[in-house]
């Protein structure tokens, strides 16, 4: 289908989705994107990469929370999305926390959150994964614990279940751990927690499926650190930096800012900034990171890219601004590589992090020097009157 026609519909019904209560809105989304057909992803050329050992069509993806049940990921792909990420999924279906539990906040283009992962469970969304994967599209599966699973050990022992469950059927698993809305959740983030984790997840990876971490911005510098110790010592394929924030600092919309949950959204975007830019100096860029918090333009992709993003998820812009923001981003981000002389988005990754202007400096001059089989040869002349490779005035430059 047109991705034209997509996003004309929904921009007719933009004005009622957004009356309508959040979560009402986002069920009728979904409905309407599962009616949309099949859509095999196309490579877009500066942007397409190979990481995690897949072919990433382009860098976007849509972040987890957003199609928790894997009910439309034909939808998803119309919108040209390069990857889906689904779940949480949990062991056992869980209901989640009583509703109202998802809140707009207009006037920071935020949301704040509280669902407590509602899903379908581990067995019945498998079969649909497997019934319903559109051909060569790359699905991260995003597991967590179930709520009833009040201490460590059978928390972890979740999160094996959903690896185990899922390890022959995801293009990656994302091990949520920094949810803040189930209890408890958040204290696997502990070193001692982790590696426990870790280790037992490394443990029943046989077929080898790319593990991921995903974390929370409301770390410390302290916490950050051993994560990224932690990442390098048991060998994580990638970190997806990151989750919604408990922080609301600088909100002022009234309503809804004191409700409890996570904040995502446009008041992330600093905050999960941060936690890339520290995260890939840590670990000196040796592990992929997943950006994610509060983009909703190309120019903010970027900033994430250059902080040191090779890949990037949105959730809550597509609130505000429905699909077409997804060409928008990858369209404007090709524009913004071609203007500071990239000609593939992997020379962008982590550029804020190598000495200023440097590399900019030098291909600068490489463009402007002649290229080998464009050289002029020196004429009789110039050879005659320059027997050396220097001028004067160079030479005396060099002494
Ligand atoms: C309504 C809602 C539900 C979410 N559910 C999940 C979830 O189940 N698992 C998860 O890892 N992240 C979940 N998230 C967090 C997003 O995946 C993402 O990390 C966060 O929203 C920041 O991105 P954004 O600012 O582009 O929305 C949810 C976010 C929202 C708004």
């Known amino acids: 289908m047109n991705p034209l026609l997509i996003h004309c519909g929904f921009r007719l019904l933009s004005p009622a989705l957004s009356r309508m209560n959040p979560e009402t809105a986002h069920k009728l989304t979904i409905q309407i994107l599962k009616r949309l057909p ?19 069509p382009n ?34 279906p869980q209901m989640g926390n009583p509703r ?4 707009r906040l207009p006037k ?52 094996e279940k959903t690896l185990h469950a899922f390890a022959n059927h995801a293009s990656y698993i ?18 001692d927690n982790l590696a426990k984790l870790l280790n037992r997840l490394n443990a029943i990876r046989q077929s080898r499926v790319p593990l991921l971490l995903k974390i929370s911005p409301d770390l410390s510098d302290q916490e950050l650190q051993e994560i990224a110790r932690l990442a390098l010592e048991k060998k994580l394929d990638g970190i997806i930096a990151t989750n ?78 429905g699909p077409r923001i997804v060409s928008a ?14 000609r593939h988005i992997s020379e962008a990754i982590g550029a804020d992090h190598r000495p200023k202007g440097e590399k900019e400096r030098r291909r600068h001059a490489a463009r402007h020097l002649p290229q080998p089989n464009m050289a002029r040869k020196p004429s009789w002349r110039a050879r005659r009157i320059a027997p050396f490779p220097f001028s004067p005035h160079q030479l005396k430059i060099l002494k």
Request: charged share 20%; proline share 5%; glycine share 10%.
């Open 59 to 92: 860098p976007l993806g849509i972040a987890a929370g957003f199609d928790k049940n894997a009910e439309t990921l034909n939808g998803i792909f119309q919108l040209n999305f390069g990857f889906a990420e689904i779940g949480t999924i949990t062991p056992k």
């Open 38 to 56: 099949q859509k095999t992803p196309q490579n877009q050329n500066p942007l397409s990469q190979k990481l995690l050992n897949l072919t990433f």
């Open 100 to 103: 109202p539990r998802i809140f």
């Open 244 to 321: 919604t924030t408990i922080k609301r600092e600088g909100l002022v919309d009234g309503i809804h800012a004191e409700e409890t949950g996570g904040l995502s959204g446009k008041p992330l975007a600093s905050l999960a900034n941060q936690t890339i830019r520290k995260f890939y100096q840590m670990t000196n860029g040796a592990i992929p990171i997943i950006g994610v918090g509060g983009i909703a333009s190309a120019e903010e992709a970027y900033e994430k890219i250059r902080a040191g993003a090779s890949l990037l998820q949105i959730y809550t812009a597509l609130v505000y601004d």
């Open 174 to 191: 994302a091990v949520n751990v920094s949810s803040p809305n189930t209890k408890g959740l958040r204290n696997l983030q502990r070193p």
């Open 329 to 342: 981003i990858l369209d404007g981000l090709e524009a913004l590589l071609k203007k500071d002389g990239y």
């Open 108 to 159: 920071h283009q935020a949301v704040i959150n509280r669902m407590g992962f509602p899903n379908d469970g581990m067995e019945k969304i498998r079969e649909r994964l497997v019934k319903t994967q559109p051909p060569q599209s790359i699905i991260g599966v995003n597991i967590g614990a179930n709520a009833e699973s009040a201490n460590m050990e059978d928390k972890i022992a979740d999160y």
